[in-house]
Structure formats: C-alpha cells, structure tokens
C-alpha cells in the first residue's frame, strides 16, 4: 500500500511511528502546503480514588504511566477508506486494558480530524486520559506566521509562547485557536470537541524539540510539551501546536476525542 | 472536570516562563549536557554542509518525501555504529549496559543545513549513567549531529517490557495476589507522583495483570535499575 494518498483536494503521505500512532507528514491542500508533520506523541492516563469523604481522600496516589501507541500496539492493519466528502485513515491499537482508535479524516472542504477514539475497561473506573497532539502547520511556508485565540468576543494575537486552555468562547464557527499565515491570510482554524476540557501549547519551531519519546523529562521538571514552553515570540515565526485533551472516564464510552482543525483562505 | 486535571495542570509552567540567558534566542532541553561534536574520519563522499541555504533548500514545499520512509536494516546498524563510535559515548559504548529504545527516520526542515540528509534519530537509555541519548545521525555525512544526554526518561523498549514481565512473574508478593487466570496483560512506563515513591525518578515499568477477558487484577512496579519488584496493588486500589 502506497504511503502517499491524493484524494479529496489533499494530497498527503503517512507512516505508523513507534509511539506516536499514525503520522501525517508534507499534507498540502489544493497544492498549497499546509502541514510538514503531525503525529499523536502519547496518551498518559492518571488515576482518581473516589471517596464521598473529602478527609479520607487520598488524592491520586500513584503517577501517570503510558504506553506507546505504534507497531507493538497496532490491531490489524491502518485502513484507508474513502468516504463520502473525504479519505481517512484509521488504526486500533491494545495495551492490555486501554484501547484505542486513531483516525486521521480529510474532508474536502479543508477540514481535517485528527482523532481517537477511546475505549476499553482501564483497570478501574476513575481514571482519566490525556492524548496529546503535535501539529506543525507550515501555511504557505514554514515562518510568517502568528498564532491567535478567541477572547473577549474577538480574535486577540499571542505574542509569545505559552499554554492556553479553552476558557469556554468561542468564535461563531467554534472556533477557539487559529495559525494565521501572514502572507496568504490563510488560516488554521482549531475547533476543540466540547467536552475534551482541552487546551493548547504555542511553541516556536526549533530544530532538537521534536515530538519526544515519552512525556516524561528528568524527575521534578516539567513534562512535554511543558517542558519546551519559554517566553519566545511567535509572531513572524514557525510555530508549533500541541492539542490536549483531558478525558475522564465518566464520559460515556466510547469517547472520540481530538479538534476539529479547518484550513481557510486558500481559495477554492 | 476541572478537579481532575489538577497533576496536568501542576506541571504547567508560567505562562511567561523566562529562558535562561545561556539560550540566547535557542533553545536547549533541560538538563542537557552538550559537548562539541565528534566527527571521526571522513567517508568517501561526505556531502559538506551549505554555509548559506539555497533558495530550492528554504522552501518547505519541496521537502522530499522519501526522506522520511522507514529505516532499512542497514540503516540503522550504520546509524548505532556511528553512534557508539562517538567519544562522548564511549563509556556507554565499553560498558554496554544500554538499550536501544528506538530508531527512527528524522526529516528537518529547511533552511537547516541538514534539510535535505538522511537522518536517523536514535534514542538509548544509559543504564550505567541513569541517562537518557537522544541523537542525530546523519548518515550522509556519517557523523553524530546533535546529541543531548539528559536525566529524561524515554519510552520502555520492548527488551524492557519483557524483562519487566519476566522480574514480576517470579516474584512471590506477586504470585500469591494472582487468581487463577491471571497473566500479564501489558507493561506500561511508569513514573511516580511524589519523591517518596521509589519510580520517581528511577526508570520503572509497571505490569497490569488480568484476566483474558482484559479485567486487571495485580499491578506490579518493576524497578529496572535494581530488576525488582517494588510494589505490587491490587488493580481496585491502583
């Protein structure tokens, strides 16, 4: 099977990582580059006690833990199947109680949905999973470009890195956070799923702050992409998007989280 | 929800977290240890670096794809061989109590002056130093590109789920806590939430045990420095 697939106005390439599930790489959108990669580092999951006494709650006693989403967890084979206004790609993986579905949809209206699909047992009820995307958007190009998010009822730029949780506005499409390009206009709009409680990190590209192999730094620093979080301006440069979701499991089951991302201003 | 993302939401840095001054405008990961790079003994044809991008080279638009096929097995022993022969690796190298995490193709963009090379981007946990290697191997070149050695803690290698398995099965608290029925389920990288707990900042697996029918019963925390079991719970109370 051909890892490059046109279809749908898109033209992109694929490959199953070893940890990071399905990567999507060079993805242009009628012949316009959109995305040089985006992948789905990790899912950590953490675990509650539930108790009805606040004193006799323990808090979460044991740390988060992890396990690599890649070929030694895929079920069967990554399917591409071409569906009515698109082409998708999807892949079940298994770590013993976890189970999950990641899906990669291209409409061809622009939109794409990088998601997963969350199931299985988990080895109690209170615990909560925390996927984490890496996009790196090259809009026209890899620089000029600006990161902005919805607040206060109108876009607002962000001048420097940082970490911006979804504060419940939205613009009328449901749109959140956007990647502006400077010299097309065009844009990456980010619509989180309502339920996700997500957030997003805007860091500047830097060569050496790839997609880590794991969430985890040295013990007592901050975890990725927390960890590659500084005070660097974005505005006019690469910039790189992290989507998290925090997904507890008294959400009903199965649970599809992950954005809904739509590229505009590229003209039909 | 809010309440329940309290430890993600710990690890958070300010939003306006000031660089250290070393970075000047790049930056480094923490607790890196660089040191200059070694470059053995030229190959034939070595491709020497651009001192200036060229114009086809800047433009993302027309990265070669096939850069980042997978790796072929020759690839990746000559990415490992460039890897141990570097200096800075040498103790690792003669020790050899490491393992290989993973190998994987590694595309940078232009106008790096390594757009363009084939890469491989190694992962190693140094069992002897309790460090992790994260390297770039350019194979066109046959150096060592970029390498960072730090107390970060990569992904378990599946060398290191199974010997995980292989430490819980044997171990006593746990086999007298498994039903009958019960087998190792998964492996899973742990790490602890607080210094008390021993798989804070010691390279540890976690083994879920259950049934086949994928209900856990026994969670044991393997130890990987020492190769001991260092806590075994009952899934209910995980």
């Known amino acids: ?268 | 929800m809010a309440p329940l993302k309290k430890p993600v939401k710990a690890a958070k840095p300010a939003k306006s977290k000031p660089k250290p001054a070393a970075s000047a405008g790049r930056k480094s990961a923490p607790a890196a240890i660089k040191s200059p790079p070694f470059r053995p003994p030229p190959r034939p044809t070595p491709p020497a670096p651009p001192s200036t991008p060229d114009s086809s080279k800047a433009d993302v638009t027309r990265a070669d794809a096939t850069l980042f096929d997978p790796l072929t097995p020759g690839e990746i022993a000559d990415a490992l061989r460039t890897l141990t022969e570097d200096r800075r690796l040498s103790s690792m190298a003669k020790v050899g109590r490491y393992r290989v995490i993973c190998n994987e193709p590694l595309v940078v963009k232009p106008p790096h002056w390594m757009a363009g090379h084939r890469l491989v981007r190694v992962v190693i946990y140094d069992y002897a130093a309790d460090r992790a290697v994260d390297a770039c191997v350019d194979l066109d070149a046959g150096v060592v590109a970029h390498l960072e050695l730090t107390k970060g803690q990569p992904m378990l290698s599946r060398d290191e789920e199974a010997l995980a398995v292989s430490i819980a099965m044997v171990d006593d608290r746990v086999r007298e806590k498994l039903a009958i029925g019960d087998t190792p389920q998964s492996t899973l990288h742990y790490w602890g939430r607080t210094s008390e707990d021993l798989a804070y900042a010691r390279r540890s697996a976690a083994v879920v045990f259950g049934r086949p029918d994928g209900h856990a019963s026994v969670i044991a925390v393997v130890d990987l420095i020492e190769n001991l079991v260092t806590q075994v719970v009952p899934a209910e109370l995980w």
């Open chain 1, 1 to 268: 099977m051909s890892n490059m697939i046109s279809e749908a106005n898109w033209k992109f390439h694929w490959r199953l990582t070893e940890s990071a599930g399905i990567m999507i790489y060079l993805a242009d959108f009628r012949g316009r580059r959109v995305l040089w990669e985006a992948s789905l580092p990790y899912v950590t999951i953490d675990h509650q006690r539930e108790t009805l006494d606040v004193k006799d709650d323990p808090g979460e006693v044991h740390g988060p833990w992890w396990v690599p989403l890649g070929a030694r967890t895929l079920e069967g084979p990554v399917r591409v199947q071409s569906f009515r206004g698109g082409v998708e790609l999807s892949a079940a993986f298994a770590a013993g109680p976890y189970h999950y579905t990641q899906l990669w949809r291209f409409h061809d209206d622009g939109r794409i949905s990088p998601w997963l699909t969350i199931y299985g047992p988990g080895v109690h009820d209170q615990h909560t999973y925390h996927p984490h995307w890496r996009f790196d958007f090259d809009l026209d190009g890899a620089r000029d470009d600006a990161f902005e998010r919805f607040e206060d009822n109108r876009w607002q730029r962000v001048e420097r890195e940082g970490w911006f949780p979804y504060s419940g506005e939205a613009d009328e499409h449901g749109n959140v956070w956007r990647q502006v390009d400077f010299g097309s206009g065009a844009a990456i709009n980010i619509r989180p799923h309502s339920w996700d409680d997500a957030e997003v990190f805007a860091i500047r590209y830097h060569d050496g702050e790839w997609a880590p192999y794991s969430p985890r730094s040295a013990a007592g620093s901050a975890t990725f992409p927390s960890a590659y979080v500084g005070d660097e301006p974005l505005d006019g440069d690469d910039v790189t998007l992290w989507y998290v979701a925090h997904v507890h499991f008294d959400q009903s089951f199965p649970y599809t989280a992950g954005p809904w991302i739509k590229v505009s201003g590229l003209g039909k």
